[in-house]
């Protein structure tokens, strides 16, 4: 008897869960692209684009197949090339949004992000057809303090080797998106605000070298915080980490 009442639970469970995904998915159409529709769009992404999707942490569906098997990983002896960063000394700088006074320094990437005192300790870019985020953490803990920034190109294009200037009165398309992220209390959810004009960004990528992708970075948020960020960072060269069997 408990048997057929937990099969038959299981389909009613399922089919809620069906009628619920197709009522979200008609709130979010009669939104019509607004405010709603934006927020379900950009926690789309942000999924698709969190840290454990960026090869923090690797699931079977999104490893890529070799030969019609799945590729073998080798995390045990894998030993990540030393950071360039790591290296580097922390040195100062100030919120502005003025981007004629910035002065990017020559250290390690570091600021305050919600009044907390930020420096950057992982950099990860991830690319999702025409959309390249590039995410820098605190830490290599995906729900820990970061910065995303949602870069646009043009069709063939690469984010490689490219540069953006953005004033605080720059608006529109290609205008790059930034979602801060912090959590306050570390016994609840993480924060994330979306900054889509206002703020002031120079950001510079470069080509990889020696398994690193080099970057330069200054960045302030129009919050009543003052986020900002300013510095150097390197992003390690993506699919490193795969070791795939012949």
Same mark, same amino acid.
């Given at each position: 008897?408990? !048997?057929?009442?937990?099969?038959?639970? /299981?389909?009613?469970?399922?089919?809620?869960?069906?009628?619920?995904?197709?009522?979200?998915?008609?709130?979010?159409a009669k939104s019509g692209g @607004?405010? /709603?529709?934006?927020?379900?769009?950009?926690?789309?992404?942000?999924?698709?684009?969190? %840290?454990?999707?960026?090869?923090? @942490? /690797?699931?079977s569906r999104s490893l890529p197949r070799h030969g019609?098997?799945?590729p073998k990983?080798?995390?045990?002896?894998?030993?990540?090339?030393?950071? %360039? !960063?790591? $290296?580097?000394?922390?040195?100062?700088?100030?919120?502005? =949004?003025?981007?004629?006074?910035?002065?990017? #320094?020559?250290?390690r990437a570091n600021g305050v992000v919600s009044g907390t005192n930020f420096v950057v300790q992982s950099a990860l870019l991830k690319t999702?057809?025409?959309?390249?985020? =590039?995410?820098l953490h605190q830490s290599d803990k995906a729900t820990d303090t970061g910065i995303f920034i949602y870069l646009n190109v043009n069709a063939g294009e690469t984010v490689l080797g490219h540069s953006w200037n953005i004033s605080k009165t720059t608006k529109? $398309?290609?205008?790059?998106?930034?979602?801060?992220?912090?959590? %306050?209390?570390?016994?609840?959810?993480?924060?994330?605000?979306?900054f889509s004009s206002g703020y002031a960004m120079q950001l510079e990528l470069g080509t990889p070298t020696n398994s690193w992708i080099p970057g330069r970075i200054f960045l302030s948020l129009p919050d009543?915080?003052?986020t900002y960020l300013?510095? /150097?960072?390197?992003?390690?060269? #993506?699919?490193r980490r795969l070791d795939l069997e012949p």
């Open positions: 008897m408990f !048997a057929v009442l937990f099969y038959f639970g /299981l389909g009613w469970a399922d089919k809620w869960q069906k009628g619920f995904n197709t009522r979200q998915r008609e709130i979010v @607004g405010e /709603l529709g934006h927020i379900a769009t950009l926690y789309d992404v942000l999924d698709k684009t969190e %840290p454990e999707h960026m090869g923090v @942490g /690797l699931s019609g098997r799945m990983l080798d995390l045990e002896s894998y030993v990540p090339p030393p950071n %360039p !960063a790591e $290296k580097l000394s922390i040195l100062p700088s100030a919120w502005s =949004l003025d981007l004629q006074a910035v002065n990017i #320094p020559e250290g999702s057809g025409a959309m390249s985020v =590039l995410s529109g $398309k290609g205008t790059p998106q930034i979602v801060k992220r912090w959590q %306050p209390n570390v016994h609840f959810a993480a924060l994330q605000k979306t009543t915080e003052k300013a510095g /150097l960072f390197y992003i390690e060269e #993506p699919g």
